[in-house]
């Protein structure tokens, strides 16, 4: 697609829950990031995947988040034991380079009850 | 952790009128950036400007940098109802070996009233 694709964009699941989403980003781009945003806040940096690897894991909150990209394009953020506080939008991003613009997608929209 | 703070925090201006917005931050950069984000949307880029720029223009926007301050401007000159948005800044900092994320502030969320 022309643009960086986040599914589902609206997902409500039970706190304890395991969730999964989902980033296609755009193609050709090696850099991709993962935000959280919530209501009224700035976007807060969760991982960076350069390629395959993840570059730098800093913003993970914990080790219930864990991101893969097996093959260097699709990345999937995954949520173990969901907690309410967990509720926000998760915003992919991608770049040609390691440095510059972002292209973000549409966000995923996270609700724990 | 948020790098960048943008003040205000919120600003309700006429059509036709110039809104400035500014950008603090706390250490060195590569690069700073401004974003736009309308409502439920996804951010999209505005203007990159590098540490060793002053000024940067792109269309209606002007943006500034000094680095002796820490601090950027945005400036959109003749405003529309469709600038009506939440405009971030975000920061690269500066790391050894080349940075690779982007720092965002809390954002300034703009009103036009027509």
């Known amino acids: 697609g022309a643009g960086v694709s986040q599914t589902p964009s609206n997902k409500v699941t039970e706190k304890g829950k395991y969730v999964e989403l989902r980033c296609d980003p755009i193609s050709g781009h090696t850099a991709l990031y993962w935000y959280r945003q919530s209501l009224g806040q700035g976007p807060e940096f969760l991982i960076y995947f350069q390629g395959t690897g993840a570059a730098d894991d800093s913003g993970l909150p914990n080790d219930r988040f864990f991101a893969v990209r097996p093959e260097g394009s699709v990345s999937t953020l995954k949520i173990q034991r969901t907690e309410r506080g967990d509720s926000a939008v998760y915003l992919c991003?991608?770049?040609?380079?390691?440095?510059?613009?972002?292209?973000f997608g549409e966000g995923s929209r996270l609700t724990v009850l | 952790s948020q790098q960048g703070e943008e003040d205000p925090q919120a600003l309700s201006i006429q059509e036709g009128e110039n809104a400035t917005m500014n950008c603090s931050y706390k250490t060195s950069i590569n690069n700073l950036q401004w974003y736009r984000q309308n409502s439920g949307r996804g951010l999209v880029h505005l203007i990159l400007?590098?540490?060793?720029?002053r000024e940067k223009h792109s269309g209606r926007l002007r943006v500034t940098l000094d680095t002796s301050k820490k601090s950027s401007s945005l400036l959109i000159t003749a405003s529309r109802a469709a600038d009506t948005a939440s405009y971030f800044c975000a920061t690269e900092p500066l790391r050894q070996g080349g940075s690779e994320k982007l720092v965002f502030g809390k954002g300034t969320k703009l009103t036009v009233n027509p």
């Open positions: 400007i590098r540490s060793n720029e």
């Open positions: 991003a991608s770049s040609f380079r390691r440095t510059g613009e972002l292209f």
